[in-house]
């Protein structure tokens, strides 16, 4: 089956704490993102990557880090200068071009106490 | 990016059609009108997208206006499983990462 993979679910963790994020796709998609979403708001954008060991901040990437060494695996770290980790964390692939979409995997829910 | 206005919420009968309309009347010539939806606590999914033609597939209808300031998705016979928050979104297809979801809508279908 095709598709992406995030592990774990559910995830908790003390404050001052990094913790990281696994995102894993074998769609052969070039692209990959990280979003986070709030409880009844939309995605927003924290990091994207077009290519391996290549990535693009996005409008929320301060306190979080990102590295793409496969074009399967795009791991996030939430670090402790992150002020408000405890989200809902999603991950996306697409192909680059020329009109894609992007598919999700099941998200991971980090609550940092 | 031009911005997408929704109504919050909307409800609907199951067995019968959904429009859920969206406004973009500041969309530019080479941006696409894109929807998604999330089922709670899952990722969301890609329904379909279109430019200025009208689009079918096997999940939805997009119906876009002659001047592209507004469009409606249509689910023709909502299910239970058709409860979600459903995102228009506009963006031009070929910039990676040009995606930005508001808070869309939340579709009920009631029995």
């Known amino acids: 089956d095709g598709g992406i993979t995030q592990s774990p679910k559910y995830l908790f963790r003390k404050e001052g704490q990094n913790v990281t994020l696994s995102c894993e796709q074998n769609?052969?998609?070039?692209?990959m993102y990280w979003y986070r979403q709030d409880p009844g708001q939309g995605l927003r954008l924290i990091y994207y990557?077009?290519?391996?060991?290549?990535?693009q901040k996005g409008d929320i990437a301060e306190g979080y880090s990102v590295s793409r060494e496969k074009k399967e695996s795009f791991p996030l770290t939430v670090t402790s200068a992150q002020k408000n980790p405890t989200a809902f964390y999603l991950c996306?692939?697409?192909?680059?071009?020329?009109?894609?979409?992007?598919?999700f995997g099941p998200g991971t829910r980090l609550t940092v106490t | 990016d031009a911005k997408t206005t929704q109504p919050p919420s909307m409800d609907c009968a199951e067995g019968r059609a959904a429009n859920l309309p969206c406004n973009h009347s500041?969309?530019?010539?080479?941006?696409?009108v894109y929807w998604y939806r999330q089922i709670h606590s899952q990722g969301p999914q890609y329904i379909i997208h279109?430019?200025?033609n009208n689009e079918t597939n096997e999940m939805a209808s997009l119906i876009i206006t002659e001047d592209r300031k507004s469009s409606t998705l249509i689910l023709p016979h909502a299910t239970l499983r058709d409860t979600a928050v459903y995102y228009c979104?506009?963006?031009?297809?070929?910039?990676?990462?040009?995606?930005?979801f508001g808070a869309g809508t939340r579709l009920t279908v009631k029995p």
């Open positions: 996306a692939s697409s192909q680059s071009s020329p009109s894609y979409e992007q598919y």
């Open positions: 769609l052969n998609h070039d692209a």
């Open positions: 990557s077009q290519i391996v060991n290549d990535f």
């Open positions: 500041t969309i530019s010539g080479n941006e696409y």
């Open positions: 279109g430019l200025k």
């Open positions: 979104i506009v963006r031009v297809s070929w910039v990676v990462g040009d995606m930005r």
